[in-house]
């Protein structure tokens, strides 16, 4: 399959990254998921929209538009035949010789993007258990950085335990998941954490929302504590990969009775609705 280099499309022997790339070295870039659903690209215009505030978030400025970006992006999705799947992108600041303040005028980013397809039989997931760490990373995780450290970490550990992913919270707040947003729910009314720099304002997240607006459904936007999760009645996490995923245990704590509960499986069925 092919693989898009800043604006060419190559195969993966023609691919060719400096070992001086600034994303190597530090990290210093930022990124993107994508999901493909039937073929089509599901918010992308998000997506985008969040990589381009990203790169300006840490000075960045990407060589070409946003439209361009999508349409490379929506023709290495039909070149590479993806009908279930995702696209991956990252922009870093470029290569130069190693000093931590930027280079220079003379950088250009370094854009690289893969798509990946689902194979036809992946079962349905499996409600998830949770296990939760100390969030450990930056106060800016509101830029999706190519900086992952913390999250590899609070996943590993979650791994484990048995666990499929880490929730993640400073002091007793819990903020989100290493790689999803999290949602409780209480006597009908969900919870999650408000969009700052605590979280990634993630693009499920902002479905969610909307979903829950055409619902009626009551949405509290204020961080939960340790112990106020162990207690809701039903429990979920959102990503880009996942969609919406139910939780059936924190901490080895059971969430009502394991299984999805009515207000997760009304979400994820209006979810479903707006896909491709
Ligand atoms: N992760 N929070 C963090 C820290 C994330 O890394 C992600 C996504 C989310 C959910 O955002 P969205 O709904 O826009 O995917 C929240 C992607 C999928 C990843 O790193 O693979």
């Not at 106060?139 to 450290?149: A, P, W």
């Not at 707040?173 to 605590?198: A, M, Q, R, W, Y």
């Not at 829950?212 to 996490?237: A, K, N, R």
Request: aromatic share 8%; glycine share 8%; net charge negative.
């Amino acid at each position: 399959s092919m693989y898009l280099m800043n604006d060419r499309f190559v195969k993966d022997d023609e691919v060719t990254i400096s070992i001086e790339d600034r994303g190597y070295y530090f990290g210093d870039g930022v990124y993107e998921v994508i999901r493909v659903y039937g073929g089509v690209m599901f918010t992308a215009e998000e997506h985008i929209g969040r990589l381009y505030e990203s790169a300006e978030k840490i000075r960045m400025t990407l060589p070409y538009g946003q439209e361009e970006m999508i349409d490379n992006l929506s023709r290495l999705v039909t070149d590479n035949g993806v009908k279930e799947g995702h696209v991956y992108i990252q922009a870093t600041r470029g290569a130069a010789p190693r000093v931590h303040q930027f280079p220079g005028e003379a950088i250009t980013p370094v854009i690289t993007a893969y798509t990946k397809s689902y194979p036809d039989d992946a079962p349905a997931a499996e409600p998830a258990k949770l296990k939760s760490v100390a969030d450990i990373r930056w106060l800016r995780c509101d830029i999706k950085s190519l900086n992952l450290l913390a999250n590899v970490m609070a996943k590993q550990e979650a791994y484990e335990a048995g666990c499929y992913e880490a929730l993640l919270h400073r002091d007793s707040t819990v903020t989100e998941g290493s790689s999803s947003n999290l949602f409780g729910v209480k006597d009908g009314v969900i919870h999650t954490h408000p969009v700052s720099n605590f979280i990634l304002n993630g693009i499920t997240r902002r479905v969610i929302m909307q979903c829950c607006e055409e619902l009626g459904q009551p949405v509290q936007e204020e961080p939960m504590s340790l112990e106020d999760v162990y207690s809701m009645d039903e429990f979920f996490l959102s990503s880009t990969t996942n969609g919406i995923l139910p939780v059936s245990e924190i901490d080895g704590r059971r969430i009502g009775d394991g299984r999805p509960g009515p207000v997760t499986e009304k979400l994820m069925e209006a979810f479903e609705a707006k896909l491709p």
